[in-house]
């Protein structure tokens, strides 16, 4: 089906240690989006993009990167793990409206 | 900045009941729109109603609708004949239009419904 894929949908990390959380879909659309949800609150915006090449920071951005090279994939990266970061990641791309992919919870441990 | 408030945490409802979840948001702009999102315990995000800030009449999908209160800045989602499968985290978001860039969302804290059987 049509949609924004997510990997992994778990993960455990070290305090310390580097990962990236993929995205990919498969409608074409120019923009998409990174929000994280923490415990018992509302998605906040990590990093968006426009098009393949174009990023820009969000609400949230420290301790994130994320990069463009094609219209279908949108990695976030995290270069060094905190206890902070502990939360659930959403990717979301943009048509008419949003699709959310399912979702990654991460652990930093 | 825009900013959502969500000022009931959790709310609880036998089925079948009808079941109002508030919302206020900030914001200086005149052409927006506005959304209600579920989140079952699955984490999904499903999108509820869509409302477009210059149409006056409210927004209904089914058992959904909302009502609309421009000048006040409020946005409430009404849940009528309230089931079973109603029972998740709702969200309350609001989105500039698209003259004005990215389209971020920009969401509420949530509201946690429980529906009793």
């Known amino acids: 089906n049509a949609g924004v894929t997510q990997t992994p949908k778990f993960r455990i990390l070290k305090i310390g240690q580097s990962m990236t959380l993929q995205c990919a879909q498969d409608m074409n659309h120019n923009y998409m989006y990174w929000y994280r949800q923490d415990p018992g609150m509302g998605l906040k915006l990590i990093y968006y993009?426009?098009?393949?090449?174009?990023?820009d920071k969000g609400e949230v951005p420290n301790g994130y990167n994320v990069s463009r090279s094609t219209t279908e994939d949108f990695p976030l990266r995290l270069e060094l793990a905190a206890p902070s970061q502990t939360s659930v990641y959403f990717c979301?791309?943009?048509?008419?409206?949003?699709?959310f992919g399912s979702g990654t919870r991460l652990t930093v441990v | 900045a825009q900013t959502v408030t969500q000022s009931q945490p959790e709310m609880s409802v036998q089925e079948a009941e009808t079941v109002t979840l508030s919302c206020t948001y900030d914001t200086s702009e005149s052409n927006y729109y506005l959304f209600w999102y579920k989140q079952p315990p699955s984490r999904q995000m499903i999108l509820v109603i869509r409302?477009?800030?210059?149409?006056?009449q409210n927004a209904t999908e089914n058992r959904f609708s909302v009502n609309f209160q421009k000048a006040a800045k409020s946005f409430s989602l009404k849940i009528s004949d309230s089931q079973l499968g109603d029972t998740a985290m709702y969200f309350c978001a609001f989105m500039t239009p698209f003259v004005q860039g990215a389209q971020k969302l920009v969401f509420g804290q949530g509201t946690r419904l429980t529906i009793n059987p």
């Open positions: 409302q477009e800030a210059y149409k006056q």
């Open positions: 979301a791309s943009k048509g008419y409206g949003y699709t």
């Open positions: 993009s426009v098009g393949a090449g174009i990023t």
